[in-house]
């Protein structure tokens, strides 16, 4: 503990001169500037933002927030930003202490943290599942209640924010329409999501699907023999068509409950990639939230023998991971 301290007071030291080198820059930008840390906060909140702050995103395509260390760099803009907004709920573990030390001196928002405690899953109880936006209308919330606080943090932007938010949350309703009705054409059955690690809790729970995983909660823990054994065994038992991997974790664990189960004459295949933590490129349509959901849907859907159209809700998901056509 006291080691990180240390090693994260030089990282602030040495972040401190390449503020200090950019500062005069930084004044003369008019907007105030956002630092998110994952691209689910980041790219909505950009939009409902827009024409009021620039918000910028820390973390790119494929990476684990879990287990994401600041750089040099990431703590330079951490210092240079107006205001910061994290999902909070542990999720970011290694960046807490930073945004602890942040908060006295500038609005640091834990997004997920601003809902009432009894929405939030606590599997074994007592810590909370962080994976908030994998229900669309508790992520919207989440994202109306950050949007409120910018309003009061930054009051000459209320007009632009309240429209903007209309606008994205009708957006948000739209695609969780699109995945209750699709979601429901998958075999009852056949309801069963099996995923790398437990992302997946509030999308289960808004769309009734069961739930198991390789990985626990946090993509730390490693999946112990014991439970691979049972997972392989549940899988081969019920006949569970798909095992889906993750963009931003490894797929060797999966790869290796999948062929634990086809050893046990299981037919099951290994589903397209889902957005789990991290969302596509920027510039995609699945760097987008919309995208990201629309992607996942049409994916489990698919890949659980119900009815949803190739291309997703609005024919542009265009995401080919290796092998597939
Ligand atoms: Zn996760």
């Known amino acids: 503990m006291r080691h990180s301290i240390s090693i994260l007071s030089r990282l602030l030291r040495s972040a401190l001169i390449a503020f200090l080198a950019t500062t005069s820059s930084a004044m003369a930008a008019e907007r105030p500037n956002v630092l998110t840390t994952i691209a689910q906060i980041g790219e909505p909140l950009g939009r409902i933002l827009d024409g009021c702050a620039d918000v910028q995103t820390l973390l790119g395509p494929g990476v684990d927030p879990h287990l994401y260390r600041l750089t040099r760099t990431d703590v330079a803009k951490a210092l240079r930003a107006d205001a910061i907004v994290a999902n909070g709920l542990n999720l970011e573990a290694q960046m807490q202490s930073l945004f602890g030390r942040l908060a006295p001196i500038k609005p640091v928002i834990l997004a997920s943290e601003l809902l009432p405690d009894v929405k939030i899953i606590r599997p074994d109880g007592r810590s909370a599942d962080p994976h908030i936006w994998m229900d669309p209308i508790l992520w919207a919330e989440v994202l109306s209640m950050t949007s409120n606080r910018f309003v009061e943090i930054w009051p000459s932007c209320k007009q632009i924010i309240v429209n903007n938010q209309s606008v994205v949350i009708a957006e948000i309703k739209a695609i969780d329409l699109y995945a209750e009705s699709r979601l429901a054409t998958v075999p009852e059955k056949a309801r069963v999501l099996v995923t790398a690690h437990d992302a997946f809790g509030y999308f289960g729970r808004r ?70 933590d991290a969302m596509g490129s920027p510039d995609s349509y699945e760097g987008s939230y919309i995208g990201m959901i629309d992607h996942n849907v049409t994916t489990i859907v698919r890949g659980l023998g119900g009815n949803a159209p190739r291309n997703g809700m609005q024919a542009l998901l265009a995401f080919l991971p290796k092998g597939e056509r």
């Not at 997972?231 to 095992?243: F, P, Q």
């Not at 290796?256 to 086809?262: F, K, L, N, T, Y």
């Open 207 to 276: 769309y009734g699907l069961e739930l198991l995983s390789v990985q626990g909660i946090s993509t730390e823990s490693e999946a112990g023999v014991a439970h691979i054994r049972k997972l392989v065994s549940v899988i081969a038992h019920r006949n569970i068509a798909s095992v889906f991997v993750e963009t931003s974790t490894p797929e060797r664990a999966v790869d290796a409950v999948i062929e634990g189960a086809r050893a046990l004459g299981a037919q099951v295949k290994k589903g397209k990639p889902l957005f789990s």
